[in-house]
């Protein structure tokens, strides 16, 4: 016999974002429990409704028909019900954690003043940042370990939703001494050039920018920290081509110069997207506020030259 009275909304919630996020270890993680924990909570969910949830085969599992029609039914029921608690204490009372992942160039374009405001707004709830490649973050957003992520180049995935959100430019730079050597004071020795790593969705517009100059191929070196490549050309260690807004602090102070008569860089894109199966109103909320961003590519690169 059915006991609803003994259904709580934890075990609803459970099973909800085993559906999302497709195993009971992506669902534990999310919810911060254990897989033990999750089982458990399935297998009493299961003993209260008096029917089978979940079809277990060895180590895989899915839904039964039972299980699919609890969720399209409770989905819903429970969106309803955070919408109604937010509305009566306001996204200002709002709690829980938010996982925010973003690229090094996102991390330092964006997301200090998005965060900051966040924080204002929604106090009470807690972030947790990871800076990784693009690649990476997609794939932890797939799988349920990141909520939001902030990355570069086009996103195209039919279980993410995503928004624009504008440009960066990227800019060749040296030392105002590497840059007199580049100008036709170096001799026959070779000046390194840095760029970006293959991971990163931007090193084949760097690689082809690099490859249309008149820098030597064999002078080609890859990092995958912008950060560290702005130090290098800091250090009188080479050209680069840095995202303009990591070094324009370097170039005000005259530490770092653009090179003339390079070859133009069209800015990168960037986007932020979340999983379209996340039905949260908090999480909905953010990412709204997150696609109002609108980054301006500041170079002044003619992409048309």
């Known amino acids: 016999m059915m006991s609803i009275n003994r259904v709580s909304l934890y075990h609803l919630e459970t099973l909800l974002w085993i559906d999302r996020l497709g195993t009971f270890s992506a669902a534990a993680e999310r919810l911060n429990t254990t897989q033990p924990a999750v089982s458990a909570r399935m297998r009493e969910l299961e003993q209260r409704l008096g029917t089978a949830l979940f079809h277990r085969d060895g180590r895989g599992m899915s839904l039964t028909a039972a299980g699919r029609k609890l969720v399209r039914d409770c989905d819903p029921l429970l969106r309803d019900m955070q919408i109604a608690l937010l509305g009566s204490g306001g996204y200002g009372e709002a709690s829980g954690v938010v996982r925010i992942g973003a690229g090094e160039i996102a991390a330092a374009s964006c997301l200090p003043g998005f965060v900051a405001g966040l924080k204002v707004d929604m106090p009470n709830v807690g972030l947790e940042i990871e800076i990784d490649l693009t690649a990476n973050l997609i794939q932890q957003l797939l799988t349920g370990r990141t909520d939001m992520v902030f990355a570069a180049g086009p996103i195209a995935h039919p279980a993410l939703k995503t928004a624009p959100i504008g440009a960066v430019d990227l800019v060749w730079l040296a030392s105002p001494a590497v840059a007199a050597r580049f100008g036709g004071d ?20 760097m690689r082809d920018a690099i490859a249309a100059s008149r820098i030597a191929k064999e002078s080609l070196n890859l990092c995958n920290n912008a950060r560290t490549m702005i130090d290098i050309a800091r250090a009188d260690g080479g050209v680069g081509i840095f995202p303009e807004p990591m070094a324009r602090a370097e170039v005000a102070s005259g530490a770092l110069v653009e090179l003339a008569d ?42 048309d030259q």
């Open 262 to 303: 390079m070859p133009a860089l069209a800015p990168v894109e960037f986007h932020v997207a979340m999983r379209v199966s996340d039905t949260e109103p908090l999480l909905s909320r953010i990412f709204d506020r997150a696609a109002q961003l609108s980054l301006t590519a500041t170079a002044g690169v003619d992409i």
């Open 186 to 205: 170096g001799g026959d020795r070779p000046i390194p050039v840095w760029s970006l790593a293959s991971p990163s969705p931007i090193h084949g517009r």
